[in-house]
């Protein structure tokens, strides 16, 4: 069973930095797509950042390119999402995801296929 819990939100000053953890374990093998998605008050649901654990691909939602760095320590089965440059709109509920995917291509930000596993969110709120 597919477990997922994300830490490291808070609140911080637009222009500053977080990291948020996300412990991930009971996942088998390597064709696996973990991923960090965010809800805004208001808003839709939308994916942030993903990455495929074979290869280590990522992918970025256009939003936060060049700002947020999505990365994996295989060894502690820890996701991390480092944010930088942080503005009031990245503001929201960010969820942990994973979920088996036959490549690549399929973890992509956008793609169309689902994830059954989730977090159960950590909050960033930044301030102007």
């Known amino acids: 069973q597919v477990r997922l819990a994300e830490s490291g939100g808070g609140s911080v000053q637009a222009g500053g930095s977080l990291k948020l953890s996300c412990l991930a374990t009971g996942y088998g093998g390597s064709s696996y797509c973990l991923g960090w998605y965010r809800q805004a008050p208001g808003k839709e649901r939308e994916g942030v950042a993903s990455?495929?654990?074979?290869?280590?691909?990522?992918f970025y939602a256009d939003s936060v390119k060049g700002r947020f760095v999505i990365s994996q320590d295989k060894n502690k089965a820890t996701l991390f999402l480092e944010m930088n440059n942080l503005a009031p709109e990245d503001s929201g509920d960010y969820y942990c995801v994973a979920d088996f995917r036959w490549s690549a291509r399929a973890c992509r930000v956008g793609a169309t296929e689902t994830f059954a596993n989730w977090g159960q969110g950590t909050e960033v709120r930044v301030y102007s």
């Open positions: 990455l495929f654990v074979r290869g280590d691909a990522t």
